[in-house]
């Protein structure tokens, strides 16, 4: 049974490309794409059992520095739409992502198996954990009066 309805040919389809281009801004474009790094980035947390597989945080982190990157651009239009809501899923996206970080980081490392080869010369012990610099949780800045060499 045929509903009458039939494919619109590649032309139409050409047409009506070209009007949509006539009307769409590079905000919209923008916008649009926050908004699919903002929920892409969601996803890729992987905080759902139907996500959870598909967790990646690489993938977050990069959604998140792009949707940074995008909104001073996007903040131009001052007549354009309120961007709280994308802010607001952006800064929570960020603390989910730090969370993550901070737990995978705490987890304990997998035992070993004891590989002589690996156990460095004179039978010290490697270090474990962070070192100083990572525990002390600042940055280090080139030039800065710690980079100086103590007399």
């Given at each position: 049974m045929s509903t009458g309805a039939t494919q619109p040919t590649e032309d139409e389809l050409r047409a009506a490309?070209?009007?949509q281009m006539r009307h769409i801004t590079a905000f919209d474009v923008i916008a649009?794409?926050?908004?699919?790094l903002v929920n892409l980035a969601g996803r890729r947390l992987g905080l759902s059992d139907d996500t959870r597989a598909e967790r990646d945080l690489n993938q977050v982190r990069d959604a998140i520095d792009a949707t940074r990157a995008l909104l001073p651009v996007l903040e131009r239009d001052p007549q354009g739409p309120s961007l709280a809501p994308l802010r607001d899923a952006l800064s929570g996206l960020q603390m989910e992502y730090a969370r993550l970080v901070q737990a995978a980081a705490n987890e304990p490392a997998e035992p070993q198996a004891a590989d002589p080869a690996a156990?460095?010369?004179g039978g010290e012990s490697a270090p474990s954990g962070p070192g100083p610099a990572q525990r002390s949780g600042r940055l280090w800045v080139p030039g800065s009066p710690t980079d100086r060499p103590r007399q």
């Open positions: 490309l070209e009007e649009q794409t926050a908004i699919s156990a460095p010369a």
